[in-house]
């Protein structure tokens, strides 16, 4: 079974505070991304990377940064937490370079930002 | 991407065969039919996708029809564990941008 690990599954952070969120798949996923998800909102990307050291800034980037050191881990850097970051923040990790393949899901971690 | 209609609730019977059905009628030929489903508070879970022909796999089965207008996803035995809210969508499937986008979905309850 595929499986995608992040970090935390609850964190709580205050303004200003430099926040890193960690992701790991075990499938050799060329793929990985970086969602928020909100009441209202739906899912929207943040960023994504399909190789390592490679990335690419998905809808709402702003506030974000992201590293990819390693294959199998994906790592999302909130600069400096704001209250509007508070939100769930889901990993996810895909195959390929065709595109047809599934993304495979974290279990996410809500982030509270006070 | 094509846009996808679904049903906003269903309710099954435990052990029932459970058949959530979207409808995708400007899909394009180059478009694939994917369902996830979201069980609350936790990440979404991809469950199975198919372009033209009928897909299974170990935790369901996908149909689309001829004129691949519409799909059905079937959850053969549905358990309680199988609550959740289900999404249908439709894309390219293409190398770069690969986000993805959920719509409303159906939510399923799936009763004793």
């Known amino acids: 079974d595929v499986k995608v690990t992040q970090s935390s599954r609850y964190l709580v952070k205050r303004t200003g505070e430099k926040v890193f969120l960690e992701c790991v798949q075990d499938?050799?996923?060329?793929?990985m991304f970086w969602y928020r998800q909100d009441p209202g909102l739906g899912l929207r990307l943040i960023y994504f990377s399909y190789d390592v050291k490679m990335k690419e800034k998905g809808d709402i980037p702003e506030g974000y940064s992201v590293s990819r050191e390693k294959k199998e881990r994906f790592s999302l850097i909130l600069e400096s937490a704001s209250t509007n970051q508070t939100s769930m923040y889901l990993c996810?990790?895909?195959?390929?370079?065709?595109?047809?393949?599934?993304?495979?899901f974290g279990p996410g971690t809500r982030l509270t930002v006070t | 991407d094509a846009k996808t209609t679904q049903p906003p609730s269903m309710d099954c019977a435990e052990g029932r065969a459970a058949n959530l059905p979207c409808n995708h009628s400007t899909i394009s030929g180059n478009e694939y039919v994917y369902w996830y489903r979201q069980i609350h508070s936790q990440g979404p879970q991809y469950i199975i996708h198919?372009?033209?022909n009928n897909e299974t796999n170990e935790m369901a089965s996908l149909i689309i029809t001829e004129d691949r207008k519409s799909s059905t996803l079937i959850l053969p035995h549905a358990t309680l564990r199988d609550t959740a809210v289900y999404y249908c969508i439709v894309r390219v499937a293409n190398t770069g941008f690969q986000k993805l986008v959920f719509g409303t979905g159906t939510r399923l309850l799936v009763s004793p």
């Open positions: 996810a990790s895909s195959s390929g370079t065709s595109g047809s393949y599934g993304q495979y």
């Open positions: 499938m050799d996923h060329e793929n």
């Open positions: 198919g372009l033209k």
